[in-house]
């Protein structure tokens, strides 16, 4: 059964950083590619950041480029979403996903406020 448990989420001032963790069970992380997405208040669901599966390769929204990183721990089975030089902008739910089955993880609030 495919799991995904997101965390990390919390208040934190404008500036400063966050790291967020989703950790899948039910499957290997270096098999897929791996989402991260966001959801502003009365927003849709929009994309910040891909690693592929197979290459590693990573993509970023225009918006969070330079400031967000994803990166995976094989070993934990593990994404990570490092983000630094938060904006209040950057306030939402983030989301884990997998792109093949459209697999999703319950969300974890970003708040960036002063």
């Known amino acids: 059964q495919v799991q995904l448990v997101e965390s990390g989420g919390g208040l934190v001032q404008p500036g400063g950083s966050l790291r967020l963790s989703c950790a899948a069970s039910?499957?290997?992380?270096?098999?897929?590619?791996m989402n991260w997405y966001r959801q502003a208040p009365g927003k849709g669901r929009d994309l910040v950041a891909r690693i592929a599966g197979t290459t590693s390769g990573t993509t970023y929204a225009d918006s969070v480029k330079g400031r967000f990183t994803i990166s995976r721990d094989n070993v934990k089975n593990t994404v990570y979403l490092q983000m630094n030089s938060l904006k209040p902008e950057d306030t939402a739910v983030y989301f884990c996903n997998r792109l093949l089955g459209n697999y999703w993880g319950q969300g974890t609030q970003v708040t960036v406020s002063s």
């Open positions: 039910g499957f290997t992380v270096s098999s897929y590619t």
